[in-house]
């Protein structure tokens, strides 16, 4: 059985080979700059079976501004200004934080620029026998509020529906001629990525959610099934209850599951069957602050029953790049663990 026919079936809840698992590690993000600590990882990490080609993406044509004090700066191509002092990348500016007026002047980026898809057909030329996961990262909310600022984008909804629902949808647009492109290509899921969810529950108010962004994403996600692909959504925090919402608009693969923010025993009781779960290792406490017996109690307990399993069929066993492990040191039992 082939890695991409093992995911499919777990995706599908028919009875994988095995567990379907891959573990990464933004080694540049460690506060520990130990070499061979990291080397240490590296030779984990090549013990696991390569299933899956990961974040193929369409190009970004972004600006960059070079590196000043430590900190590297860079505009992407909607315009949005990026800075990265060494632990994770922060937005910084907003091109149309000062009112909807700048939309008569705003350049929006072509989805169809010539070498949009240079890189991506490259690394799909090498998929051979793996599951394919392209990306539309930073999505809707996310990238509405990287162009108005996150407060604005809070209350655009409410105080300019008009020119909200403008912008909105000219970000869809651009999202489904992506996903066009990535689905001709033959690829097996497309990932996206919106952080709804706070530590207890979500951003807004969820007849909000499904009044403003719901049918968005229902145009997003159709798009992809109906290409042939899984849809896999990236969602930080507490967003249970939306879940149904995603279940019923055709989400497949729901991360990172949180377990301080959500209750993964609820979720697998509820849901099992219906969404596969992408996560569950707590990046909030374990990976942080815990044990090595604690990590393994925690990755095994996460791992069975049978049954468990089976609705829990796919892990993905990523720190947080802010978790202060600085030399990886839990990273390393977790991979050694599987």
């Known amino acids: 059985m082939t890695g991409k026919e093992n995911y499919k079936r777990a995706i599908a809840f028919k009875k994988p080979a095995y567990l379907p698992c891959a573990i990464g590690l ?5 506060y520990d700059k130990d070499e061979r600590k990291r080397e240490h990882i590296r030779a984990l990490s090549e013990r696991f079976t390569s299933d899956m080609l990961e974040w193929v993406a369409p190009t970004d044509f972004r600006v960059d501004h070079g590196t000043r004090d430590g900190v590297h700066r860079w505009q992407d191509q909607w315009g949005t ?4 002092d060494g632990h994770g990348n922060k937005t910084e500016s907003h091109p149309l934080a000062g009112g909807y007026e700048a939309m008569d002047g705003y350049a929006f980026p072509d989805p169809n620029r010539a070498g949009r898809f240079d890189v991506a057909d490259e690394r799909l030329r090498e998929r051979g026998d793996r599951y394919v996961q392209s990306v539309v990262w930073f999505t809707l909310f996310e990238r509405l509020w990287m162009l108005r600022g996150f407060d604005n984008m809070l209350m655009d909804p409410y105080t300019d529906e008009e020119n909200f629902v403008r912008l909105r949808d000219r970000v869809v647009e651009y ?10 290509r033959g690829v097996d899921a497309v990932f996206f990525s919106d952080d709804w969810g706070c530590q207890r529950s979500l951003l807004i108010n969820p007849d909000d959610w499904r009044r403003f962004y719901k049918p968005s994403y229902q145009r997003m996600f159709e798009r992809v099934r109906s290409g042939g692909a899984h849809v896999w959504m990236h969602l930080c925090g507490n967003i249970t ?6 279940i019923d ?8 599951v949180q377990p301080q923010a959500m209750d993964v025993r609820q979720l697998s009781r ?12 707590d990046v909030q406490g374990t990976l942080v602050r815990g044990t090595p017996e604690d990590v393994k109690r925690e990755v095994h307990e996460l ?17 947080h790049r802010d978790a202060r492990d600085p030399a990886g040191q839990r990273h390393r039992h977790v991979r050694g663990i599987f």
């Open 26 to 30: 933004h080694l540049d993000t460690l």
């Open 81 to 84: 200004g990026w800075e990265n």
């Open 175 to 184: 999202n489904l001629a992506i996903i066009d492109q990535l689905v001709k």
């Open 241 to 246: 209850t939306i879940l149904p919402d995603l």
């Open 249 to 256: 608009m055709g989400l497949n693969v729901l991360n990172p």
């Open 270 to 281: 509820e849901f099992g069957g219906k969404v596969c779960f992408n996560g569950g290792v």
């Open 303 to 319: 791992c069975r029953p049978v049954r468990e399993v089976q609705r829990w069929l796919y892990r993905r066993l990523k720190p």
